[in-house]
T-cell receptor, first 112, second 113 residues
């Protein structure tokens, strides 16, 4: 089945630690996105990539980093510089920026 | 940048009734408006979308209308069923090389028996 796989489903971070969230897609999509979702709020864009080896900051990129070395993969690192990392993180992809975005089932990150 | 407002934040309807969720947007250049349904612990699922060259689109019990002059668009669900209970998000996308989706804050729909 084609789709977007996010792992792990739940992740815990200690103070001062970097953690990496995985996002893999087998839909042959060029564009990939990371969003953050907080209770009672809409989705906010962290980073996006329209093609391999290229990515741009979204609205709330501070404290996060990404890479796009392969078309299928777009990992997100939550660094220790992100002071409020507790949230639900969603990855999405689309054929290109003008096509509909489809989402994975998210990773919930909590602080120990 | 784009700003999207969504109302109501919660909506309770009886099974079989209709539900309407409304969104307004600020950027008159926005040209794409998707609606997503999110169930607990899951990612949002695209249920319907509309582009700015169309005023209305329907898919079975779900319809979306767009009023470009007033800069608002609405989701209509008819003959609601318990499985329609979820959080619904609207979004708008502007034009340009940096165009991106801006989401509303969501509507929690509860369909009661």
């Amino acid at each position: 089945d084609g789709g977007i796989t996010q792992s792990p489903k739940y992740l815990f971070r200690k103070e001062g630690q970097n953690v990496t969230l995985s996002c893999e897609q087998n839909l042959n999509h060029d564009a990939m996105y990371w969003y953050r979702q907080d209770p009672g709020q809409g989705l906010r864009l962290i980073y996006y990539s329209q093609i391999v080896n290229d990515f741009q900051k979204g609205d709330i990129a501070e404290g996060y980093s990404v890479s796009r070395e392969k078309k299928e993969s777009f990992p997100l690192t939550v660094t220790s510089a992100q002071k409020n990392p507790t949230a639900f993180y969603l990855c999405a992809s689309s054929f290109d920026r003008d096509q509909p975005q489809h989402f994975g089932d998210g990773t919930r990150l909590s602080i120990l | 940048g784009e700003n999207v407002e969504q109302h109501p934040s919660t909506l309770s309807v009886q099974e079989g009734d209709s539900a309407v969720i409304k969104c307004t947007y600020s950027d008159s250049a926005s040209n794409y408006f998707p609606w997503y349904k999110q169930e607990l612990g899951k990612g949002p699922q695209l249920i319907i979308d509309i582009r700015s060259n169309v005023g209305e689109k329907k898919d079975q019990r779900i319809a979306v209308t767009l009023n470009k002059t007033a800069k608002h668009f609405s989701l209509h669900i008819t003959e609601t069923q318990p499985e329609d209970s979820a959080v619904y998000f609207c979004a708008a996308r502007g034009t340009g090389t940096a165009s991106k989706l801006t989401f509303g804050t969501g509507t929690r729909l509860q369909v009661t028996l």
